[in-house]
């Protein structure tokens, strides 16, 4: 069974960072993709940043210069880095990740930009 455990969201001002991690349970090299996603208040959740096995990146277009992605295969994490928050950041965010037609989610962290 295949666990993400999702951390470091929180509050912050616009204009500050914050960094989120997730953990899986077993080695991420299983995993096709892995990335994040956020889902607002009456909004569908939307992929915000996704790296895959080979190493590329993508992101959304709202987050693009201010969000990175990241992975540690050692520590079988994947990071997103965020700067320059903006209060339409707030969101809660997924640590998504696919193996093969197989999805697996975290619990999802709550991130509040304030203005």
């Known amino acids: 069974q295949v666990q993400l455990v999702e951390s470091g969201g929180g509050l912050v001002q616009a204009g500050g960072s914050l960094r989120l991690s997730c953990t899986a349970s077993?080695?991420?090299?299983?995993?096709?993709?892995m990335g994040w996603y956020r889902q607002g208040p009456g909004k569908q959740r939307a992929l915000v940043a996704a790296t895959t096995s080979g190493g590329s990146t993508n992101y959304a277009d709202s987050v693009k210069g201010r969000f990175t992605i990241s992975r540690d295969n050692a520590k079988n994490t994947v990071v997103l880095q965020m700067n320059s928050l903006k209060p339409e950041d707030t969101a809660v965010y997924y640590c998504?990740?696919?193996?093969?037609?197989?999805?697996?989610w975290g619990q999802g962290t709550q991130v509040t930009v304030s203005s």
């Open positions: 077993g080695s991420i090299f299983r995993f096709n993709a």
């Open positions: 998504g990740a696919v193996e093969r037609l197989d999805w697996y």
